[in-house]
């Protein structure tokens, strides 16, 4: 992937930090903020497993407001919800064996521009993903986890910047 345009770093220290920037991405795909007013994006959901990439990916979509169980997509590779006008999918790449799956199955036209896009493994579909609006790596560390957040496209780097605590 090309250089991101702007990062940060956050530690989460427990899955409630983890559900706590699950909550502000989901206000910032929202696009209430920013003019005119921009719906969805897509982020890419890495690290180790059992890094917390579905734990933030479940949080993120019910604070959208999904409801009833959201299912991790590692088998069915995508699970797709319709909330509040945006179209949502989340995969899971883990499984997949040959990138060119990733053309076969036409997932490809799911990429439109208002959608929720959310990605565990994208490493795995090869280079046929275009870039990501912001790339989220999950790190153990200690009992937590560290998050290192990466923003590939000037939606991203807004949201970045939205993220970014304000300094001293
Ligand atoms: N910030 C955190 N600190 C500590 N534990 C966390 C944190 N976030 C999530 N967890 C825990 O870590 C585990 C993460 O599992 P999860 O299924 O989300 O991982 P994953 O990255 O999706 O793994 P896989 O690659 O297998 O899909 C869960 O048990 C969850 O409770
Ligand atoms: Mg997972």
Redo the contacts with the bound molecule.
Sequence with gaps: MTCPFATLESM????S??AALAERLAHLLRGHDTLPPSPGGRIHLR?D???????LARALLRALGVQGRIK?P?YALLESYNVSNLHCYHF?F?RFSDAQEWQDAGFRELLDENAVVLI?WPEQAGTQLPPPDLDIL?EYAG???RASIAAYSDKGRLWLKQLTPPGP
């Design positions: 989460l220290a427990d899955e930090a983890t690290g497993l059992g890094a917390g990439k579905t734990t991790s590692s899971d883990y565990e999950l009992t937590g986890r």
